[in-house]
């Protein structure tokens, strides 16, 4: 069994600033590439940020220059500081991770976080 788990999450002011954590635990050989997205009410879930294994990363242009992704492959944690956070930014935060649960397993499988809420007040 392998659990994602997000923290972090919160009411913030526009221009503020929040840190989202995810930890990964469970039967873990090895984590691939890990990443942020998030979901508006009435909108479609959409990529936040990833990160590879080789720390590698990718952000979608609305929050490039204001939002970070970060990890610590000794915690098996993805990490998300976000800067000048805009009313735009509102929406459940998901981390997500491809991981391969034991040498034995032919590849790696993408779980997915509870999610973690994000409000940010005008």
């Known amino acids: 069994q392998v659990q994602l788990v997000e923290s972090g999450g919160g009411l913030v002011q526009a221009g503020g600033s929040l840190r989202l954590s995810c930890a990964a635990s469970?039967?873990?050989?090895?984590?691939?590439?890990m990443g942020w997205y998030r979901q508006a009410p009435g909108k479609q879930r959409e990529l936040v940020a990833t990160?590879?294994?080789?720390?590698?990363?990718n952000y979608a242009y609305s929050v490039k220059g204001r939002f970070t992704i970060s990890r610590d492959n000794a915690k098996n944690t993805v990490y998300l500081q976000m800067n000048s956070l805009k009313t735009e930014d509102k929406a459940v935060y998901y981390c997500?991770?491809?991981?391969?649960?034991?040498?034995?397993?032919?590849?790696?499988?993408?779980?997915w976080g509870q999610g973690t809420q994000v409000t940010v007040s005008s």
């Open positions: 469970g039967s873990i050989f090895s984590i691939n590439a």
């Open positions: 990160i590879a294994s080789g720390a590698n990363t």
């Open positions: 997500n991770a491809d991981i391969k649960p034991s040498l034995a397993s032919v590849g790696y499988y993408r779980y």
